[in-house]
């Protein structure tokens, strides 16, 4: 039965923060969704709380669980299975305001089709209310996801909110002995034909832990380093500048090299007469990285 929202939580050992998740989403005042679960290997008590948040029945609740892989598989796996139009990746240590779900479908009902749209960005905030990096440039603004943040100066973290269909179109790329590819490869594929809606309201109040994905960002990157070469690589679709292209692909040759990639100039989707500038500056970032080991 296709509903209008999958609300999608990847999960890993957050049996002491799930609840306050939980909690929300049986508050929502709009009711046409499912709350789907990939628990991504848990060995906590995670998956006896949610059975029996199941047996409870206040919501409509998925839950898989998968040998543990990385959020991206488990991001894959969700898009794979989720029955909802809109697909709204919602972390389980993060709730969505109690009205947030209502709010969301009113915007959609405004641009249902518009055949340009992939999706929505919304603010998010700390639990204090305020707003995780900056506003967006304007309610109702539309602009591509890689706009937004290189051509509109938005900051911070924002609500991830696509039409399903669309994400199954653009899968997160599953590398063997990696499990981590970061958020932007994927939306930056879809920025290059689609653009969001934007609702510059605050619908989800984020709570940063200290073993989260945001704060290990640079450890994930370093220890999947193609999956953030390849990220590095494609940004190359876009117009960087002359400095922003040699420091862009002086990363590119660092994490190819930790990859252990070998055609490295032969794969860079655009290799221009100074990327020689990028190779010597990306050498020298191994060689401090390794000083530094």
Not at 48 to 55: A, C, F
Not at 65 to 82: I, S, W, Y
Request: proline share 2%.
């Amino acid at each position: 039965m296709e509903m209008l929202f999958s609300v999608f939580t990847p999960t890993y050992n957050r049996a002491s923060t799930i609840g306050r998740t939980y909690e929300h989403l049986c508050k929502q005042t709009y009711r046409d969704f499912e709350w789907l679960i990939v628990d991504d290997g848990s060995t906590d008590e995670t998956e006896s709380l949610i059975q029996q948040w199941i047996k409870e029945d206040k919501i409509r609740i998925v839950y898989i669980k998968q040998p543990n892989g990385g959020k991206h598989r488990a991001f894959n796996r969700g898009v794979k299975e989720a029955r909802g139009k809109i697909f709204i990746c919602l972390d389980s240590d993060d709730y969505y305001e109690d009205d947030a779900l209502t709010v969301l479908a009113s915007y959609y009902s405004e641009v249902q089709n518009n055949q340009s749209i992939a999706g929505f960005s919304c603010l998010t905030a700390d639990q204090q209310g305020i707003v995780i990096g900056t506003h967006l440039p304007a309610d109702k603004f539309v602009c591509s996801h890689y706009d937004l943040y290189h051509n509109h100066q938005v900051k911070g973290d924002k609500g991830l909110i696509y039409y399903t269909d669309i994400l199954r179109q653009y899968p997160f790329p599953e590398i063997e002995n990696e499990k981590f590819v970061t958020e932007a490869l994927v939306l930056n594929r879809i920025a290059r034909k689609y653009k969001l809606y934007c609702v510059d309201r605050i619908l989800c109040r984020v709570f940063y832990q200290s073993d989260g994905l945001s704060n290990k960002y640079t450890q994930l990157c370093q220890n999947s380093p193609r999956g953030y070469a390849l990220y590095l690589n494609e940004l190359n679709y876009y117009p960087l500048g002359v400095w922003g292209y040699i420091l862009n692909n002086s990363r590119y040759v660092k994490f190819a090299r930790l990859a252990g990639l070998k055609m490295i100039r032969q794969e860079a989707i655009s290799c221009r007469w100074y990327f020689f500038l990028s190779e010597l500056l990306g050498y020298m970032m191994i060689w401090k990285w390794k000083l530094m080991q």
